[in-house]
């Protein structure tokens, strides 16, 4: 008899449960990469209808980061938008409404906004948009809009890179254009608002698993207080002196604002491009990275991307005319010395045949020899 158990909180299980002979083995299940999430968009697509040519490929590619349960929902919510707008079948534009809609919440329309308020939304959004934008590390933006969504008046949609592993540098940029919404309403306004709780709240987090987590200091150094085993109390008993916990204070702090002075420094110098995007944003309550592109060009990190690209087939094209230039010349070579040989042989002949003072006996002798008799 094979025991089967599920649990989203295995860190909390009591440990006479994962003794040896209970529950002593352990299966880790992640969330599905992107051949795993096109697969089960599949699984789920089955009873739907959809349009013609419909790429699952690119839905997968949408929903980084989403369970099997998640998915299920978005092909659910999606079947559910298009039957409102009473669609005969089922169109990219709904699934991307249906993704909207879990990940930001129901569309609120009909809220009250101020003028002013609408502003300066536009402006903490436009800040967010054109940090991420300008900075190497960022994920890359889809869409930013003003339209309120569940609790948030205004939102950036981005599509996080799937990687394992996470950098100093990649961290620091994601810190960078959380702020970049402050940042903006400081410099325009020369005021800040309540609308930043949410950005703060998660880069205080950050700062600190840098710190205390990821041994991301160089004071506090390459030390971890992360209890994997999650047995370990620390909500009493904490396993570092007053002293050390004053110098995690401090390096939060730091971090924290010289990623603000990073977000300022970059709408400093691109205060152009950043009154355009919240006008824009302002006009047509959702833009696209296609706008930001237009405004401001290419990503740093495409172009980065573009130039290693361009690099590699320049040199693979280099290495290929060498070889080839390799082979012309070895046949060049070849065929020099077979002529050259053709020459002494036929001079060889000649000079048996046409030396007077050879006598005729040794001249048919070497005639004889030469056809084989």
């Given at each position: 008899?094979?025991?089967?158990a ?5 860190d909390?299980?009591d ?5 040896a002979?209970?529950f002593?083995r ?8 992107l051949n ?9 697509l089955?009873?739907i209808k ?12 949408q929903?980084?980061?989403?369970s099997g ?8 919510e ?5 039957a409102?707008?009473?669609?005969t079948v ?5 699934f991307?409404d249906a993704?909207?809609r879990?990940v930001g919440g ?8 101020s003028?002013g308020e609408k502003k ?6 436009a800040?967010h948009?054109?940090v ?5 590390y960022?994920?890359?933006?889809l ?12 939102a ?19 810190m960078?254009y959380a ?12 005021k800040?608002?309540?609308g ?10 950050q700062?600190y ?10 004071k506090?150094g ?11 109390d620390?909500g009493?008993t ?5 002293k ?9 702090n730091q ?6 002075i990073?977000a300022?420094?970059v709408l400093k ?16 309550e ?20 573009d130039e ?22 070895k046949?060049k070579?070849?065929?020099?010395s ?12 000649e000079t048996v ?21």
């Amino acid at each position: 008899m094979i025991i089967l158990a599920a649990t989203n909180r295995a860190d909390i299980l009591d440990r006479a449960l994962m003794r040896a002979g209970r529950f002593d083995r352990q299966i880790h299940v992640e969330l599905p990469d992107l051949n795993e999430r096109e697969a089960i968009f599949k699984v789920h697509l089955r009873p739907i209808k959809l349009e013609k040519s419909f790429d699952i490929g690119f839905m997968a590619k949408q929903t980084p980061g989403f369970s099997g349960a998640d998915i299920a929902n978005v092909c659910n919510e999606s079947a559910l938008i298009a039957a409102r707008k009473n669609k005969t079948v089922v169109e990219k534009q709904d699934f991307l409404d249906a993704i909207d809609r879990i990940v930001g919440g129901l569309e609120r329309k009909t809220k009250i906004i101020s003028p002013g308020e609408k502003k300066t939304i536009a402006y903490h959004e436009a800040g967010h948009a054109t940090v991420s934008w300008l900075l190497e590390y960022a994920s890359p933006l889809l869409k930013v809009t003003i339209i309120p969504r569940g609790r948030a008046l205004g939102a950036a949609w981005y599509l996080p890179e799937e990687r394992q592993l996470t950098t100093r540098e990649q961290i620091l940029d994601e810190m960078a254009y959380a702020l970049g919404g402050r940042a903006a309403e400081e410099l325009i306004f020369g005021k800040i608002s309540t609308g930043a709780l949410n950005d703060l709240e998660k880069i205080t987090k950050q700062a600190y698993a840098m710190v205390s987590f990821f041994g991301m200091s160089d004071k506090v150094g390459n030390i971890s207080f992360y209890d994997s085993s999650g047995q370990s109390d620390f909500g009493f008993t904490k396993p570092y002196s007053e002293k050390t916990a004053e110098l995690i204070d401090q390096e939060v702090n730091q971090i924290i604002a010289e990623s603000y002075i990073r977000a300022k420094e970059v709408l400093k110098n691109n205060m152009k491009g950043l009154t355009e995007l919240a006008e824009l944003l302002l006009e047509k309550e959702v833009i696209f990275s296609e706008d930001l592109e237009r405004i401001f060009g290419k990503r740093k990190a495409d172009l980065l991307k573009d130039e290693k690209e361009a690099e590699a087939k320049s040199a693979a094209l280099l290495l290929n005319g060498k070889d080839k230039t390799k082979e012309v010349k070895k046949g060049k070579r070849t065929s020099k010395s077979s002529s050259e040989k053709t020459k002494t042989r036929s001079a060889k002949k000649e000079t048996v045949t046409e030396n007077p003072e050879v006598p005729e006996e040794t001249v048919k002798k070497a005639r004889s020899k030469s056809k084989g008799v």
